[in-house]
């Protein structure tokens, strides 16, 4: 029998979402159902809203940064039991594919339709509103107070730990946190740093302090971003804006450049600012944020001079295996997820909670249900 | 006593070289003497002709791939002997600077004058035309009887290595060769595309034979370099040019794409065609060739993707470490130069052989003193 929920639906780009009655599938092979506890918004969820990111397909249930409890199996599911806390999560890790066995990527083949198609990993939808097909971003739709995703996407979390933070281990810590030690691999004593001081580039920075980073430069526009960057790592902070070299102030701080940076920005000029920004021979940008167009220009010579450019999804982290050991870290004391949470929202407040982040009040907030 | 040599001198860009003789200033602190014995002539070459690469410095010396004999030190060298063979390099290891030290670069801090600056270690000019000074393409001129030389810009070979072949070493060897083991670290049964089949193509091909690459596809717009090309590893053939899609060529031999892209063309719209041949989540395409400006410009969906782009410099190889290795390899049947060496000249005649690889009729020419 199918589950009533109620979700958060986008119906026309840059509308406010309509909190309705949704229907979702009983789950089918090897898919589970989850009621949700928290999730968080992320900035993706607004590339959504605004139409930048392609693969819409309206109406459409955004969310893709959740944690909840698992309340009902589909059939053949092995990993997973009734009763168990889980993250679903963006991206998939079949552990049948190439990308899976072969540990290189965390792109896993089977999962990519369900990233960018925001359907379920067969393809097909789940979810209905009036009889009308729901998409679910990325496969997940975890702006609802339950959803069905495959086994493949649902990551099992410790139950003693906090969904409210654990969360955020979703998105936002993978991305950063993972972008340092599996993408980067970070070496103890290197030199870091960090173009945006979003939810992600604090993750960037607390996952550069996890890896023993000496020197953590964080970078943005707003002033307001120190205090936490510090609370979670920065060495140094440079407030960026008209008439700041950025490239230029981290230069100063580390001769030469750094070793790593990181784009948590997005977009081709700061794209190349994290690039110009690292040292002759071995320096690498790492770039996350979301693209500005379809072109990415960078100085040819930064890159011949034997830098290094790479893209990150959600921190190279193959969801079932990496994710349930970020988690753990907090629980060790080794990363902080409280201080990224600065505003906390009842589900039914989404749309307020979107314009904190549009804003810039917000670094996370997060919904309960 | 300065040593009295023949040189081919640039006086003016897109000129034939005249061969004078020249004065070279006696080896100071750390420097040798090297008599030429053979020398290759490389695009670099070509491109410092026609004024394409900024750091000219007219009149100069050119040629950078050289292997002589040790004819006279300076004071306090410690490394080299008289009589000993050697590969004098356009780029250094001091073995002091942070980059040597750490083995993370091989762009030695104290070398980045010579190489780029066309100048002795200590920035200035131990060369001399009719009084007139002379600039050496990246501190070494190789196309000269002899040469004055930093000790942490020589390499010691075996002396039982026929410098013929040994000579490409300090050039197309090590980028090509080392550009696969040392900076991309290609491993066995991977797959490689390898755009354009010079003397630079042609050693990434063999490299990735070296590493055991299971698909080696490589292209270019000349027919004939198929055969040298699968005499040294190619597996598959692409002959591009008007209506030939690359990528798609590649990706209908390797599913997918590659997972390793080498651009020994130069210019961003191989470079884009390199990167976007390569596989979604851990593909690397590395460049090698000359830019073709101040821009890079690639699919920004590519690198978000998690694939990845390099600069290789002389393949990332340290050179006084590395390229004695190289040497070795040859002499174990390991790597090919003689496939690579398509002409032989006297020295005198230079400006023929610049010609021909100019027309695409030699892969290497190699003068002989």
């Known amino acids: 029998m199918p589950t009533k929920a109620?979700?958060?639906?986008l119906y026309a780009f840059h509308e406010p979402?309509?909190?309705e009655e949704i229907e979702l599938a009983d789950p089918k092979e090897g898919e589970v159902l989850v009621e949700m506890h928290s999730c968080g918004i992320c900035h993706s969820d607004i590339s959504m809203i605004d139409g930048s990111v392609p693969e819409g397909g309206l109406p459409i249930v955004l969310g893709h940064e959740g944690a909840g409890v698992v309340?009902?199996?589909g059939p053949g599911v092995k990993s997973l039991q009734i009763g168990d806390h889980v993250l679903p999560?963006?991206?998939?890790?079949?552990?049948?594919?190439?990308?899976c066995r072969s540990?290189?990527?965390?792109?896993?083949d089977n999962g990519m339709q369900s990233l960018f198609g925001n359907v379920a990993m067969d393809g097909t939808i789940r979810a209905t509103v009036g009889g009308r097909p729901l998409h679910q971003m990325c496969g997940v739709g975890a702006f609802s107070t339950h959803t069905v995703v495959h086994e493949a996407k649902v990551a099992k979390i410790d139950s003693g730990a906090p969904m409210e933070g654990a969360c955020l281990v979703s998105c936002a810590v993978s991305t950063g946190v993972g972008a340092v030690i599996y993408d980067a691999k970070v070496p103890p004593g290197a030199t870091v740093a960090v173009f945006g001081l979003g939810a992600i580039g604090l993750n960037i920075v607390q996952g550069a302090r996890l890896a023993g980073a000496k020197t953590i430069i964080g970078l943005d526009r707003i002033a307001d971003r120190e205090g936490p960057g510090r609370a979670l790592g920065l060495t140094h902070f440079v407030q960026v804006g008209p008439g700041v070299d950025a490239v230029e102030e981290i230069r100063?701080?580390?001769?030469?450049?750094v070793e790593f940076a990181f784009d948590a920005v997005g977009g081709s000029a700061v794209a190349r600012q994290a690039l110009s920004s690292t040292r002759i021979g071995c320096g690498l940008a790492v770039l996350i944020g979301v693209p500005d167009g379809a072109d990415l220009n960078v100085s040819y010579y930064d890159i011949i001079m034997g830098r290094r450019?790479?893209?990150?999804?959600?921190?190279?982290?193959?969801?079932?295996?990496?994710?349930?050991?970020l988690v753990e870290l907090e629980r060790a004391g080794k990363?902080?997820?409280?201080?990224?949470?600065t505003h906390r929202l009842p589900f039914e407040r989404i749309n307020e909670g979107i314009e904190l982040l549009r804003a810039g009040k917000a670094i996370r907030t997060v919904l309960s249900f």
Chains 1, 2 share one sequence.
């Open 17 to 19: 979402f309509r909190i």
């Open 103 to 108: 540990r290189k990527s965390n792109f896993c």
């Open 71 to 73: 309340r009902a199996l």
């Open 335 to 341: 990363l902080n997820f409280d201080t990224l949470i």
């Open 309 to 325: 450019l790479m893209g990150s999804m959600l921190g190279g982290v193959h969801p079932l295996a990496d994710a349930p050991r």
């Open 89 to 99: 999560m963006p991206m998939a890790e079949c552990g049948q594919c190439e990308s």
């Open 6 to 9: 109620r979700a958060a639906i």
């Open 252 to 257: 100063k701080i580390s001769p030469g450049g």
